[in-house]
């Protein structure tokens, strides 16, 4: 069974930066596209970034230029590196296959506040 486990989310202030991990157990992540998504309080649930097994990559408007998303095929794992955090970025972030029928993870939680 594919597992998505998300890890390093916190508390931060406007400005700030974080990186998220996600460890992927169950599948090889160099054979498929990833993606992060996000989901903030009273909003559905969005696409952040994805990421093809050939590099490319592909953001959501309200995050180009600051988000950055990546894969460690040796880790097995997908990381998200944020820049220029902003209130709006508050949410829980979730990693997963960008196709129906994989589980979600328990996703980390990103807040971001003065």
């Known amino acids: 069974q594919v597992q998505f486990v998300e890890s390093g989310g916190g508390l931060v202030q406007p400005g700030d930066s974080l990186r998220l991990s996600c460890v992927v157990r169950?599948?090889?992540?160099?054979?498929?596209?990833m993606a992060w998504y996000r989901q903030a309080p009273g909003k559905q649930r969005e696409l952040v970034a994805e990421?093809?097994?050939?590099?490319?990559?592909n953001y959501a408007e309200t995050v180009k230029g600051r988000f950055t998303i990546s894969r460690d095929n040796a880790e097995n794992a997908v990381n998200l590196q944020m820049n220029n955090l902003k209130s709006e970025d508050t949410a829980v972030y979730y990693c997963?296959?960008?196709?129906?029928?994989?589980?979600w993870g328990r996703g980390t939680q990103v807040t971001v506040s003065s």
């Open positions: 997963k296959l960008p196709v129906p029928g994989y589980p």
């Open positions: 990421i093809g097994n050939d590099g490319r990559t």
């Open positions: 169950g599948t090889a992540i160099s054979l498929v596209f």
